[in-house]
Nanobody
Framework: QVQLVESGGGLVQAGGSLRLSCAPSGRTVSTLAMGWFRQAPGKEREFVAAISWSGSTTSIADSVKGRFTISRANAKNTVYLQMDSLKPEDTAIYYC??????????????????WGQGTQVTVSS
């Protein structure tokens, strides 16, 4: 069983930066396609970013393109979401997701088999 542990959330002012980390246990990250999703209060869960096993393929949601970057450090068994120029509308619980069934999970949450517990990101204006 794969468990995903997120870290790095917190409170930041608008324009600031945060870096989220996700580390799987029970399986090495190099055999998992990873993704980040978020859910704001009263809203549907939405896709943020995804990265393939090797890191050569990535996808970023239009709402965060140019501000967020997804990367992975397989040697550290960790995937990152670097969030810059944060806006109040980025406030949400951010979830790490993973799948071993495909090289790249993309934006569809149904493609992912494992989910973290979520980490809160709050951006104040």
């Amino acid at each position: 069983q794969v468990q995903l542990v997120e870290s790095g959330g917190g409170l930041v002012q608008a324009g600031g930066s945060l870096r989220l980390s996700c580390a799987p246990s029970g399986r090495t990250v190099s055999t998992l396609a990873m993704g980040w999703f978020r859910q704001a209060p009263g809203k549907e869960r939405e896709f943020v970013a995804a990265i393939s096993w090797s890191g050569s393929t990535t996808s970023i949601a239009d709402s965060v393109k140019g501000r967020f970057t997804i990367s992975r450090a397989n040697a550290k068994n960790t995937v990152y979401l670097q969030m810059d120029s944060l806006k109040p509308e980025d406030t949400a619980i951010y979830y790490c997701a993973a799948t071993g069934r495909a090289y790249f999970g993309g934006s569809d949450p149904d493609n992912y088999d494992y989910w973290g517990q979520g980490t809160q990101v709050t951006v104040s204006s």
